[in-house]
């Protein structure tokens, strides 16, 4: 079982940044490939962005190329998601998820989640 725990949510004036952080707890958090998702309120939750074991593969919605960066540290099982360029429809809670399979971009392949951080990003 592996436990996810997310940080680094706030509140950010539009065009500014954020870094989001999951640590896991599982040892062998370089088998999975981690991932981002969010869900904004009224609407369903949505793939933002997924890094595979060693960090060489990563892929993105398109809604955040070329503003958002995932990362990972596996010495430290933590992910990271850089946010930059923010825009007010990026408000939602954004959550990290781990899976030991690659490509997913929908949250049924991804057996582990983290409880949440709400990023809100004001106009």
């Known amino acids: 079982q592996v436990q996810l725990v997310e940080s680094g949510g706030g509140l950010v004036q539009a065009g500014g940044s954020l870094r989001l952080s999951c640590v896991a707890s599982?040892?062998?958090?370089?088998?999975?490939?981690m991932g981002w998702f969010r869900q904004a309120p009224g609407k369903e939750r949505e793939f933002v962005a997924a890094?595979?074991?060693?960090?060489?593969?990563?892929y993105y919605a398109d809604s955040v190329k070329g503003r958002f960066t995932i990362s990972r540290d596996n010495a430290n099982h933590t992910v990271y998601l850089q946010m930059n360029s923010l825009k007010p429809e990026d408000t939602a809670v954004y959550y990290c998820a781990a899976s030991r399979a690659y490509g997913h971009t929908q949250g049924a392949g991804y057996p582990y989640w983290g409880q949440g951080t709400q990023v809100t990003v004001s106009s």
């Open positions: 599982e040892r062998s958090f370089s088998g999975y490939t």
């Open positions: 890094i595979n074991w060693s960090g060489a593969g990563t």
